[in-house]
């Protein structure tokens, strides 16, 4: 239950927003206590095993499953939209080494609104704001592996109109065409992260969206959001935990001497799930194969140690994985460097932003909630000569 208080006979308030109704939405929907996530009433595990990226977007933009001419018109505009003004990738190269991944994302995205025509980006048109959207799906895409090849000091790679979304992204991050398991997950991960309800990052750019400033500054203000640790960086934490435990036999001892201490375990429990994250489950039999063929097999058994532990002690409570805890084994075998775990995440999650920014804009108006005031009703000034 969210805390609530009153003070100066003001409206109670939910501490974070927990359980505050903002909007109406047709996009998504979360069961918390059944471990049910649907994208506009399709259950996750079935968009997983059958769905694309490509057509999960549609789904969650325009309210149903493409034809084949509306899927392959879709497509077309995805790849035509890959290549982005190379004025951005010289910004990238300039950046700092040492920044934050989803700092020099964060940036470059922005840049790349600067770049697009004013007359689109600044005036409100809901069909224009809409077109942008769809090339920010792909220009994420293409910003995430330029940050992450630069990152590696290696030159970045053009994009392949051949690939579809997800194994391109891959290949423009890895520099490596993927075979069909890698293909496969990459594609189940992008599905997987593409909407979850109204998270922190969703809100910040609908909040952001309400004042109808741009697509660009509200998908910006998305990545800013996804960055903390909290959110978009839980999955590597996750694995750097898996890392330290070591060996399988010391997860028993680890998880216990961090819950005597009242300290979080990362990739476990949710604000909203209170049993197992069905994102969680789908992922996890892909980590254990993909661990096994990468050689980090020790890193999978950990992670069910791990779990074991954390059910046994505190699955009564609704403590169970979430889709971070095996998301960081899966991008870790498929040799892909940790800090460029969230800035997947952020490739995923604009087709979510996307469709909430835009479903919203249909019945705009402006956010302004209220803080209930806790501070003095009276107090005296005094002149500063005066002030001890």
């Known amino acids: ?6 003070f ?3 409206e109670e308030f939910s501490k974070g927003l927990e359980g505050v109704i903002a909007c109406e939405s047709k996009i998504g929907y979360i069961d918390g206590q059944k471990g049910w996530l649907i994208y506009r009433g399709i259950e996750i ?5 059958h769905s694309t990226y490509e057509e999960t977007a549609y789904l969650l933009l325009f309210g149903k499953l493409p034809t084949r001419k509306e899927l392959d018109e879709f497509n077309e505009k995805l790849v035509s939209y890959r290549k982005i003004d190379p004025r951005v990738a010289e910004i990238i190269k300039d950046m700092p080494p040492k920044a934050h991944p989803m700092a020099q994302l964060r940036t470059a995205f922005s840049a790349l609104g600067t770049y697009e025509d004013p007359a689109k980006v600044d005036e409100f048109d809901l069909e224009t704001w809409t077109e942008l959207g769809i090339k920010a799906i792909s220009e994420m895409a293409t910003v995430a592996a330029q940050v992450g090849r630069l990152r590696a000091g290696k030159p970045p790679v053009e994009p392949d109109p051949t690939l579809n979304h997800a194994s391109n992204f891959f290949y423009m991050l890895t520099g490596r065409k993927p075979n069909e398991l890698e293909a496969d997950v990459m594609n189940k991960a992008l599905i997987l992260h593409a909407d979850h309800g109204l998270n922190a990052s969703t809100f910040t750019a609908m909040v952001i969206a309400s004042s109808l400033s741009d697509i660009y500054s509200a998908i910006t203000g998305g990545i800013a959001s996804l960055k903390g640790p909290l959110h978009g960086g839980a999955n590597e934490r996750t694995l750097k935990m898996f890392m330290e435990i070591g060996e399988p036999e010391n997860a028993k001892a680890y998880i216990e001497e961090k819950l005597a201490k009242k300290e979080k375990i990362m990739g476990m429990g949710h604000r909203v799930y209170k049993a197992y994250d069905p994102r969680a489950r789908i992922l996890s039999s892909y980590a254990e194969r993909l661990a096994k063929l990468s050689g ?8 069910k140690e791990v779990e074991k532990v954390m059910i046994e002690r505190l699955g009564k409570k609704g403590i169970f994985p979430n889709v971070d805890f095996y998301s960081g084994i899966v991008y870790y075998s498929l040799g892909i460097d940790p800090k460029m775990f969230t800035p997947i995440f952020a490739v995923a999650r604009v087709a979510g932003w996307v469709a909430r920014v835009l479903e919203y804009l249909h019945d705009n108006r402006i956010f302004r909630p209220r803080a209930v005031y806790t501070g003095p009703l009276k107090a005296e000034y005094i002149p500063i000569d005066q002030r001890s």
């Open 1 to 6: 239950m969210a805390e609530q208080k009153k």
């Open 8 to 10: 100066y006979g003001q």
């Open 45 to 49: 595990g079935d968009l997983a095993e």
């Open 296 to 303: 980090n097999e020790k890193l999978y058994l950990i992670a």
